[in-house]
């Protein structure tokens, strides 16, 4: 696998600040980005002049947005409130998109409740789901479902379950091995999940962790690691990967400081104190992922 060719990085893994950000992509010769917060606001809160200075530097340096990271149903499924806010939310994103000719958007599956693959409720989240999809219809912008463990898509399983209900031309994968590792009782990410969830990919994110017995009750079952130090065998996932035929991006996800900050912060991706060290750690990740993939 040819480095740097299919990898990306997630914006705010590096900085909030785009001649940072600009200078990133440049040294390590990326094809482009994935957009998620930037210049100290959340992605459903960017500007006009945001967008425009993004999409001026994708110009001026021959890069490409590979997806943008909404927030959308990342909310409860019975606050009917929040759903329609949310629904804005997509609506303003799908904009963000044609501005920065990106041709997926990333959304969730609303906060996880036990029995997560009870069949009505499921019902209910692909319902909602599908009216995303009337909002994107004709506008050329794929809608990637990402497992997330605080969503009812977490595991492999779960996000089957819900791809089988949603028309494989506009809704697919965007597949977290890592994600697995936060979920409570979850077997370890296999890379037979990237085989079973092949002709449904649409983009892959890389991060890795380590599960340890949480400090506090409630706190994150696993806590970040350098990529290919901690628990998802990334060797065996970039091999199962191109062994399916895999076509997308792998996009870096870093979630882990050098200059270790608050866990917290690292599960809400927005603002500086978000990227605070981002750059450093997210350079560490890269070259342990060319490293890796130079192997295969």
């Known amino acids: 696998m040819k480095f740097p060719d299919r ?52 110009r001026e340096d021959g890069w490409k947005i590979f997806g943008c990271s909404t927030p959308v149903f990342k909310c409860a499924i019975d606050d009917a409130k ?25 959304v969730f599956t609303f906060l996880r409740q036990p029995d997560p693959l009870e069949p009505l409720r499921l019902d209910r989240v692909a319902e909602q789901l599908r009216g995303l999809g009337e909002l994107a219809r004709g506008s050329g912008v794929r809608i990637g479902i990402e497992n997330e463990h605080s969503c009812f898509t977490g595991t492999v399983a779960e996000m089957e379950a819900i791809l089988a209900r949603l028309p494989a031309d506009q ?10 590792l936060y979920i409570p009782g979850a077997g370890a990410p296999l890379p037979s999940d990237i085989t079973r969830l092949a002709s449904r990919l649409f983009h892959l994110h890389v991060k ?15 806590v970040g690691t350098p990529l290919g130090l901690g628990q998802v065998d ?4 970039l091999e199962a990967a191109r062994a399916a035929g895999y076509a997308g991006m792998f996009s870096l996800e870093t979630h882990w400081r050098v200059q270790k900050i608050d866990e917290s912060l690292l599960h809400l991706p927005a603002g500086y104190s978000f990227s605070a060290g981002g750059e450093a750690a997210s350079r560490v990740c890269f070259h342990n992922l060319k490293s890796l993939a130079e192997t295969l």
């Open 171 to 180: 809704f697919g994968a965007i597949w977290d091995p890592c994600n697995v």
């Open 234 to 237: 990334w060797r065996g996932h």
């Open 82 to 106: 929040a759903i329609a806010e949310h629904r804005e939310i997509f609506k303003r994103s799908l904009d963000t998109a044609r501005t920065l000719g990106a041709d997926l958007l990333r």
């Open 208 to 222: 890795d962790s380590i599960r340890r017995p949480p400090a506090t009750p409630g706190a994150h079952i696993a």
């Open 7 to 58: 990898f990306t990085v997630i914006s705010d893994e590096v900085s909030q600040d785009l001649p940072v950000l600009r200078a990133f992509v440049r040294e390590f010769g990326l094809p482009g980005i994935e957009l998620r917060s930037f210049a100290g606001r959340a992605f459903k809160d960017l500007t006009r002049d945001d967008l425009a200075a993004i999409a001026a530097a994708a």
